[in-house]
């Protein structure tokens, strides 16, 4: 079984939004390697304890540890900022990880563009191929399903839309192949999401992570452009999942 834990960073909404991007990141672990990996987020974050006094219970939420910290203004900026590298690097020693990345464009997209639909659709669609065709790291038998795990977002929506793609996923066929559709439905991935509290869960916190150094790769802050943080998204590159899309050197599927 491989799980994959979900967050995002950016706005879904289309008119009048905030942002101009919007990006999810599916941190995905096989079951038989869970507990592994969470041992080693532990240690890491024992590790940051001793040496920042950040706290095992205290959130690492990556926008909010640059530019509104509160509890954690204690912490002086810069070592905030080495904190995230940090965790970056330590998720990239971690080879039973794999990272699907999805970011959305909205710029000059028409008003029926359903931002949030199409990049959950990309990403659900990402870890159903990829279980199919047995790409993901670790353990992986030939009868291989999945379950995901997303961080609070439009419960209702998300749930909605995975019941939908397993009734009816229409999926354009390539170019090549001419016109016309495939009815890809979900049969890989399992029940209805299921939805935890960022700070409860180590792995959501890694994707949402992945997220915030995914939507400043492609749209970086002036903070993050002076400290070159748009280029961390490389220091995951040993866990990005590369066939998401063979259009893009690190894999991030782009709409």
């Known amino acids: 079984m491989h799980l994959m834990y979900v967050d995002g960073s950016g706005d879904p909404g289309l008119t009048r939004s905030p942002t101009r991007y919007y990006a999810l990141s599916g941190l995905v672990v096989h079951e038989l390697r869970w507990q592994q990996c969470l041992d080693q987020l532990v240690t890491f974050r024992k590790r940051m304890n001793a040496t920042f006094g950040l706290k095992l219970r205290e959130e690492i939420h990556a926008a909010a540890m640059i530019n509104s910290p509160g509890e954690l203004m204690r912490i002086r900026r810069n070592d905030r900022l080495t904190i995230l590298r940090a965790f970056a690097d330590e998720l990239a020693r971690m080879p039973d990880l794999s990272v699907i990345n999805v970011v959305v464009d909205k710029d000059g997209k028409p008003a029926s563009f359903d931002v949030f639909d199409m990049a959950w659709r990309a990403l659900l669609q990402r870890f159903e191929n990829t279980m199919s065709h047995r790409n993901f790291p670790g353990p992986s038998n030939s009868d291989e399903r999945g379950m995901v795990f997303p961080d609070r977002t439009d419960d209702r929506k998300l749930t909605q839309l995975m019941r939908k793609m397993r009734q ?73 999942c590369k066939a998401a899309s063979a259009r893009d050197p690190l894999g991030i599927v782009k709409f």
Request: charged share 20%.
């Open 168 to 240: 009816y996923n229409p999926v354009p066929h390539h170019p090549e192949f001419g016109s016309g559709y495939r009815d890809l439905r979900l049969r890989l991935v399992l029940e209805d999401p299921n939805f935890r509290d960022s700070r409860h869960s180590y792995f959501i916190q890694a994707s949402d992570l992945a997220a915030f150094l995914l939507y400043q790769h492609v749209c970086p802050s002036a903070y993050v452009k002076r400290k070159s943080v748009q280029n961390y998204i490389t220091r995951l590159d040993p866990i990005l």
